[in-house]
Every structure is written in C-alpha cells, then in structure tokens.
C-alpha cells in the first residue's frame, strides 16, 4: 500500500469536521475525494501533507513514498524567487534547458522562467507549482482542485501529464471532465469516509462538490 489511513478526525473549535475516516489507497492507483463544500476534502490533504495535524488516528506512507502536494492556496510558490529558481529547487538533477522545456509544456515561455513568481497571476502560479511537482521526486500526488484557474490549452496539458504519471494520485476535483479523463479506480466521500469503486453514477456527485 501506497498510504493507509485509520480513524481520521478533524475538529475547528466545536465544528467537526470528519471522524474516524479509515482508507487506504494502493499504488499506481487514481483516487478520488469526493464530498460537498465544506466537508473536509482539503482539510483531509492538508493532514495527508503534512501540513496540519488530525485530531485523532493515524495515517502513514508506504515505502519509499515520496509525496507531493498540490494546494489552491499556492504556499509554496514565494514572492523574491524566480520562475526557474521555483523548478531547480524540484529538478531532480534536470539541466536548466529541460526544466525550461517543462515550464513551455504548463504555457510559462521565454522570460517567464526569469520573473518574480510572487508577481504570477493566480493561474500562471497554478502552471509552476504543477510544473513543480512534475519534475520532482514525488510518487504519491495529493491534487486539490488542480484545474482551477487554468486556460484550456494548460488544463488539457496537465491532464496529459497526469495520464502520464506512473506514480499514485489522491485527487479533489470538481471538474467531471478531467475526473473522468483520470479514471479513477475508487472514490473516498466525505464527510462520512465511505469508499466505493468509481462509476459514471459518481460524476453527478463529482459536478456537486
């Protein structure tokens, strides 16, 4: 198993988030989080993450997981660091000429790569950190809404990397198109931490989230 989670809960003050959401996510596998406006979809990444702590249970990584996350709000993305300087801290050992060939594969051409990334526009932020996690070391991808902001042309040339990926993806989305397009073998609905195996029926799901 890629990622094994027991009992997860979450609470904002008196507001309870989820409780004892229990799952696991195998490797290779495309897994959606599906759940209405605030039912705790982004909060459930950002435990996964690192980022925040869960209240109560457990979760941890397989093996040489390694995981990247992909977050709306774009912390990482810093105001004082160039576009290439944002790739060469992920680059894996990449030369600059092939982390410049991946931010023109995300629309991010020519100059782009030498500006301020804190002066990017919300959607040209979401091409670099999505760049980003092309590049680097991560076998696990927990993606928050990563169609959010983009162009046609750019949404589509992610969609063609995530199809791509050899690694794990734990997915939130809206977008029925691109869920659809990703194929996902088994879907987590929130707040209540249900698993089921991913059908058309949940699309319509998917379009209310």
């Keep these: 198993m890629v990622l094994v989670a027991d009992g997860l809960a979450k609470?904002?003050?008196?507001?309870?988030?989820f409780a004892d959401v229990t799952f696991t996510v195998g490797r290779g596998e495309?897994?959606?989080v599906l759940g209405?406006?605030?039912?705790g979809k982004t909060t459930l990444l950002r435990i996964l993450a690192g980022v925040i702590d869960a209240d109560a249970g457990s979760f941890r990584p397989g093996a040489n997981v390694e995981i990247g996350f992909y977050a709306q709000e774009h912390e990482d993305i810093r105001n004082g660091v160039t576009?290439?300087?944002h790739m060469r801290e992920r680059a894996n050992g990449l030369a600059d000429r092939d982390l410049r060939a991946v931010l023109g594969h995300f629309g991010l051409t020519g100059d782009a790569a030498h500006q301020d990334a804190g002066t990017l526009s919300g959607g040209e932020k979401t091409k670099l950190a999505l760049a980003r996690l092309v590049v680097s070391r991560a076998n696990?991808?927990?993606?928050?809404?990563?169609?959010?902001?983009?162009?046609?042309q750019s949404r589509e040339a992610v969609l063609a990397a995530l199809q791509h990926y050899k690694g794990t993806i734990v997915l939130?989305?809206?977008?029925?198109?691109?869920?659809?397009?990703?194929?996902?073998?088994r879907l987590l609905v929130m707040p209540d931490g249900q698993?089921?195996?991913?059908?058309?029926?949940a699309l319509d799901l998917v379009e209310l989230a």
Excluded at 11 to 17: D, H, K, P
Excluded at 172 to 185: I, N, R
Excluded at 195 to 201: C, H, K, L, Q, S
């Design 30 to 32: 495309h897994f959606l």
């Design 36 to 39: 209405l406006n605030g039912a």
């Design 11 to 17: 609470s904002y003050g008196r507001t309870r988030v």
């Design 140 to 152: 696990l991808l927990l993606l928050d809404e990563p169609t959010n902001n983009l162009d046609p």
């Design 83 to 85: 576009v290439l300087d």
């Design 172 to 185: 939130v989305s809206h977008d029925t198109e691109f869920v659809a397009s990703l194929e996902p073998e």
């Design 195 to 201: 698993v089921a195996f991913f059908d058309e029926d």
